[in-house]
């Protein structure tokens, strides 16, 4: 049986590649359980993840076979399939390293979700992107009712989540949803060095500048500047922020 999930790395890079590639990375029980460990795993020995998708696409939603052969069997085994992604979307948030999705084809229903969970997002020129569940008589149920509103507003993401309108990568780029769309032929290359550019980082910096981005959400702002502060302060007593004011002030010139 084929793996639904791959994990590979390259040097200090974590690659996580969905693969189910003839039904389009569809997600089942198993490759939700699958993601979640992968991240995991993953974020113990690389300093940045880069979530694919194989066959040309990232991810087409929920595998409705799947979704038909679960609800035969009642709400518990349901359940599975919901809990299983939901916990591999959150778990990107919780993890001390950058996560990054990079789409290419179809970023679909709980596809979407997956972006829309991920601290990073790029595109490729041909990327589509909707949350499609209303088309087919369902509802979001891998965070995007939550998810979506936060990150384009009540409006746009209630308009978009109940008409299922398709995105351009231009498009959700616009609205805030990705940070670079890339050339057809430039993307894989353009995914890898902007993975390594993140890898050369101090991976304490990026760690800490991660959580207090995921705190400062949670909080007021007063508050969210007030542990900002603290951090900072905490951060500049170690070693390691000193040995980087240490290379700047130690070079004429140098590069911010």
């Keep these: 049986m084929t793996e639904p999930i791959l994990l590979s790395l390259d040097g200090n ?5 969905l693969n189910r590639p003839e039904q389009l990375n569809a997600i089942t029980v198993e490759l939700g359980r699958a993601l979640e460990g992968a991240l995991v795993d993953a974020a113990r020995d690389a300093r940045v993840i880069v979530i694919r998708g194989s066959g040309g696409n990232f991810c087409a939603g929920g595998d409705f076979h799947e979704l038909e052969r679960l609800r035969a069997e009642g709400r518990a085994a349901l359940s599975k399939l919901f809990t299983n992604f939901a916990a591999a979307c959150a778990v990107i948030e919780t993890l001390p390293v950058p996560v990054i999705c990079a789409v290419e084809g179809y970023a679909m229903a709980g596809g979407f979700e997956l972006a829309q969970a991920a601290d990073i997002v790029l595109l490729h020129e041909n990327a ?8 087919f008589g369902q509802i979001p149920g891998g965070g995007g009712s939550q998810r979506l509103p936060r990150l384009v507003g009540r409006q746009r993401a209630l308009a978009h989540i109940l008409t299922s309108d398709r995105l351009t990568a231009a ?14 032929d430039e993307f894989d290359s353009a995914v890898t060095d902007f993975a390594r550019r993140l890898a050369q980082r101090d991976s304490e910096a990026l760690s800490k500048a991660k959580a207090l981005v995921y705190a ?3 909080l007021p702002l007063a508050g969210g500047l007030d542990l900002e502060l603290r951090t900072v302060l905490d951060h500049l007593g170690e070693d390691e922020a000193g040995r980087g004011i240490a290379a700047f002030t130690g070079k004429e010139g140098g590069d911010r």
């Design 216 to 218: 400062g959400l949670r």
């Design 13 to 17: 890079i974590a690659t996580i590649t």
């Design 128 to 135: 589509i992107l909707a949350d499609t569940h209303t088309k």
């Design 171 to 184: 498009e959700a780029l616009s609205w805030g949803l990705a940070y670079r769309v890339y050339p057809a």
